[in-house]
């Protein structure tokens, strides 16, 4: 299944690599944001209801 | 559409609201469409007759430094319209998108250079778009840093669309630069209107389809980030509001 990728497999393989790992890393850092600040606010307006 | 509906997504909660149901959408059409231009250009284009494998570097590298233009092109509508109206959505729109720009800035800087070092035998050529693509890459650095730096949102909103104007020019160059300086090593556009300039449909079909799967990715990633940046700032409001109260 693997195409053959000759003298270049290299740097075929090393783009393909680099590009997916930042591509994960720019939608788990946004995720996990996303996650924290979300559970963050909520408890910042729970805190700010029960004050009054 | 009017544009009077249009300035509706203005309001954080309208915004907030309408992405809940088109963001699911956005994001599994952005997995769909990468994962098929991937595995299309990966497994089943052939090679080229001069390039060899490394033409399948270009569903990587094309629709990245398409996407890091692009992105800053969005930031620059999203900066004026704050500056013109004031909407606090558009300019947490530019602050959001900025990450996922640089992303892809570094994504096509580095493919280039692995897909340079064989072709041209060199990593690296002070070539007009590759220089300019390099500043493209340290204005997002500088945008996103003056975010960080500055408290007040306003007054973070108001410099970084300064920061993103200049910028524009930048990023304007990084894409014409080939026709503007007739030099360097890069070559002209692999994607034209003109059918004679275009790469073969054999490498162009599953091209567009990976570039459609970066511009839904984009997308995806901005709507969720924005809706991050509208909560943040609810989030520093409400306490600034408690500490004033105490």
Known sequence: ?52 | MSLNSLWEYANPKKFIQTTDRVLPWFAWSAALTLVVGLVWGFFFTPDDYRQGSTVKIIYLHVPSALMAINAWLMMLVTSLIWIVRRHHVSALAARAAAPVGMIMTVIALLTGAIWGQPMWGTWWAWDPRLTSFLILFLFYLGYIALWEAIENDDTAADLTSILCLVGSVFALLSRYAVNFWNQGLHQGASLSLDKEENVADVFWYPLLVAMAGFVLLFIALVLMRTRTEIRARRMRALLARERMGA
């Open chain 1, 1 to 52: 299944m693997m195409p053959d990728l000759g003298k270049y497999a290299d740097a075929v393989l090393s783009s393909y690599a680099v590009s997916l790992v930042l591509l994960a890393l720019i939608v788990w850092l946004s995720l996990r944001r996303s996650k924290r600040i979300k559970s963050d606010l909520e408890e910042v307006e729970r805190k700010v209801k029960s004050n009054g």
